[in-house]
């Protein structure tokens, strides 16, 4: 078996190496600093994330893909401190899909199951995350003192000792 040895200079090293060819392959302008008004963008970015029901995880200058449907979109997290508010959503949801039905409103009844799915995972969500009663006590370690190891046929310090005398 080969064994080498890998020391700190060469670490970084083979880091610098790695980002200058990363840096090589892309464009300059991504390194260059930001303007003010991509700055402003940036942060604002992260305003927009903020919805009634939790917290949109879509990247940086993203579309979003559902529409701002949130309740359907897997990025959601939801804030467990608005559990109301989404069980109020899901059973609107439910009426609407009972008067979509009574309606004949087939394609409307399709949608709105899509959107209660969603919601009823975004509640299973936030059961998943919500501490208590799950917490087991395991207590405090204890140390033990170690004890020697030993190998077959050789004797400890002491014997090996009063072997001598």
């Known amino acids: 078996m080969g064994y080498h040895a890998i020391y700190p200079t060469e670490t970084i090293e083979a880091h610098r190496a790695f ?5 090589a392959t892309r464009p300059s302008d991504e390194y260059r600093t930001p303007t ?3 700055w ?6 992260f305003e927009k994330r903020k919805v009634s029901i939790g917290t949109c995880a879509r990247a940086f200058s993203s579309p ?9 979109c897997s990025l ?7 559990r109301s508010r989404l069980e109020e959503i899901r059973d609107n949801l439910v009426a609407r899909i009972a008067e979509a039905e009574r309606e004949g409103w087939l394609g409307e009844v ?3 199951r899509v959107s209660l799915a969603g919601a009823e995972d975004k509640l299973a969500q936030m059961d998943r995350r919500t501490p208590g009663g799950t ?3 395991l207590g405090m370690p204890r140390m033990v003192p170690a004890q020697p190891i030993r190998e077959e046929g050789t004797a400890s310090l002491r014997e090996s000792l009063d072997d001598q005398q």
């Open 19 to 23: 980002i200058a060819r990363r840096r």
């Open 36 to 38: 003010e008004e991509e």
């Open 40 to 45: 402003d963008a940036f942060l604002a970015h």
């Open 64 to 72: 979003c893909v559902h529409e701002h449907a949130c309740v359907r």
């Open 76 to 82: 959601l997290r939801p804030d467990p401190a608005q």
């Open 110 to 112: 399709e949608g709105l």
């Open 135 to 137: 917490a087991i006590d």
